[in-house]
Nanobody, 115 residues
């Protein structure tokens, strides 16, 4: 059974930084693409960043240049470094992977950006 556990959320002022981590178990981690999604208040869930098993990254336009996704295959973790935070980054952030035939999600971690 796949288990994804996020940590590192919290509050920040605009312009600040936060780092999220996701610990994965129940999968051969180094074979899977890992993703970060977020869902803001009253919004649909959207993909923020992804990283393939071999380190190729992809970002939503809204976070390019500010967020960095990385993975540590030895520790089965995927991280999201978030810099230059904006109020519109306020959301619950979810770790995700697709382990056929189903999606696996973490429980989510709240990120709040306000002055």
């Amino acid at each position: 059974q796949v288990q994804l556990v996020e940590s590192g959320g919290g509050s920040s002022q605009p312009g600040g930084s936060l780092r999220l981590s996701c610990a994965a178990s129940g999968i051969t981690f180094n074979l899977y693409r890992m993703n970060w999604y977020r869902q803001g208040p009253g919004k649909q869930r959207e993909m923020v960043a992804s990283i393939t098993y071999d380190g190729i990254t992809n970002y939503a336009e809204s976070v390019k240049g500010r967020f960095t996704i990385s993975r540590d295959n030895a520790k089965n973790t995927v991280n999201l470094q978030m810099n230059s935070l904006k109020p519109e980054d306020t959301a619950v952030y979810y770790c995700h992977t697709y382990n056929p035939p189903r999606d696996s999600w973490g429980q989510g971690t709240q990120v709040t950006v306000s002055s």
